[in-house]
């Protein structure tokens, strides 16, 4: 069953909203705060971060108006290098990245809301993880509903959670309130490798956008419309995470963020008093369902895609005529989520798994514009959609980037870079089985029919 497109240029932005904000700008601060130790690599890591971010953003918005295809994150690795690397980059994405950063975003998320639910009590690790599992199952049952109604609760929490940046933002601007003891901490390592740490957490809170390109095929006149949601919201996003850093840095100083775990609730807190931070609290609850949302809608159109390729089991590729939804991709999505939950450990352990993973894919597929630049000059074709500028300055920056900041991770966080690298490693056997165990099925007849009488 073919993908019908249904979603708009607006729901298409609010998907690329939501892609990228979900916890990391609540909680990477924090990390970010630690690495760098002063309010100059602070901003520096955040303008830098984005300003390459931005350009990623611009890459991609050029791949997937070229290159509109369901699933086309799969896609666009299988077409133009081979369907080996595209499963292992994938099994990595869909296991590993969405796997353990949904079930991060909600482990997050459920910090956030089970104070408020059990104000009178100090909420442990079990009920941490008890809300997260509601979340999740909630988001599910309204995923099966179908791509529509994913769209319109999407669309909901986008709007909820960039209000919510902006009024926090602008709160911590009018407040004369100002942070207690000193502005900075000492450098305890030479300031380019600070800045370099505190790239891999600025990374993580940017990342998300480059995952657009899988609704190719639910995007309407999808080559012209997907290069403007994404343009269109990493401005928004750049807008949001800019000036909210400003404010954490004006309202609890960097050092005050390197020591808050929950850093826009705290920030929150100085600014309202504690209403305000329950308040806020629940506000990123809502962003962390946004991000989990969106996540739950897009990876089965992954699964649609290696499916089609025959490197997943025909029943991911299943779709309803009615809903548009792959039921038996969306739970099994949802069941390596839940299981994440309870396996991977901490927000910042996720964090320092996927952060390898994550640069080294993002440089493989941005990389493939090239080759579709190629093929379409050798081709002859003609495209009049989105072109970046700058070609191929701008792309080849994007790429050395994030390869640099791939080798930060595997200098400065080498046991969880490893474990990272053996499991894509782990994903070329599992390809030759699924390739295998699919055209023995696609090859094999049909059972023969009963006799008749038996």
Do not use: H
Not at 81 to 96: E, K, Q, R
Not at 127 to 151: C, D, E, H, P, R
Not at 183 to 190: G, K, M, Q, V
Request: positive net charge.
């Amino acid at each position: 069953m073919a993908i019908k497109a249904k979603l708009t240029t607006f729901d298409a932005t609010m998907i690329v909203v939501s892609l990228i904000i979900g916890i990391g700008i609540f909680r990477t601060p924090a990390m970010v705060a630690a690495a760098a130790r002063t309010p100059a690599l602070f901003y520096a890591a955040w303008a830098l971060g984005g300003l390459i971010s931005f350009i990623g953003a611009l890459t991609f918005a050029e791949i997937g108006g070229r290159f509109a295809k369901p699933g086309g994150y799969y896609k666009v690795v299988a077409e133009n290098y081979s369907s080996g690397l595209a499963f292992m980059l994938n099994w990595t994405n869909v296991v590993i990245l969405n796997g353990a950063g949904a079930a991060a975003v909600a482990l997050i998320g459920a910090e956030y809301l089970t104070p408020i639910l059990f104000p009178a009590a100090t909420p442990g690790r079990a009920t941490v993880q008890a809300s997260a599992v509601v979340l999740i199952v909630t988001l599910l049952v309204i995923n099966y509903l179908g791509i529509k109604t994913g769209a319109w609760a999407q669309n909901v929490l986008s709007i909820l959670k960039v209000g919510m940046i902006g009024l926090l933002t602008a709160a911590a601007f009018l407040s004369k309130k100002a942070p207690a003891g000193p502005s900075a901490l000492p450098l305890d390592r030479p300031w380019i490798f600070a800045l370099g740490v505190s790239f891999i957490y600025v990374f993580y809170a940017y990342g998300g956008y480059q995952n657009t390109i899988n609704f190719g095929a639910d995007v309407r006149d999808a080559k012209r419309n997907v290069p403007r949601a994404i343009f269109f919201g990493i401005l928004i996003v750049l807008a949001c995470y800019l000036t909210i850093n400003v404010a954490y840095v004006k309202t609890l100083g960097v050092p005050g963020i390197a020591s808050a775990k929950l850093v826009a609730a705290e920030t929150a807190r100085v600014t309202f008093g504690e209403t305000g931070r329950l308040v806020v609290s629940l506000a990123i609850f809502l962003s962390a369902m946004g991000f989990l949302n969106v996540t739950l809608m897009q990876i089965p159109r992954v699964y649609y895609s290696m499916a089609e390729d025959r490197t997943l089991p025909a029943a991911f590729q299943k779709v309803n005529p009615k809903t548009q939804t792959q039921a038996f991709g969306l739970l099994f999505l949802g069941a390596i989520i839940l299981a994440s939950i309870f396996l991977l450990g901490t927000f910042e352990n996720i964090v320092n798994y996927v952060m390898f993973l994550d640069t080294m894919t993002l440089a493989i597929v941005s990389s493939s514009l090239f080759i579709l630049r190629r093929k379409a000059r050798l081709s002859g074709e003609a495209y009049t959609g989105y072109r970046i500028p700058l070609y191929p300055l701008l792309p080849l920056l994007f790429v050395a980037f994030m390869l640099v900041i791939s080798v930060n991770v595997l200098l400065t966080q080498t046991r969880e870079a490893l474990y990272g690298a053996v499991f894509f490693a782990a994903g070329f056997p599992v390809f030759l089985l699924m390739r295998r165990f699919s055209r023995r099925r696609a090859t094999s007849p049909p059972p023969e029919p009963d006799e008749p009488g038996q």
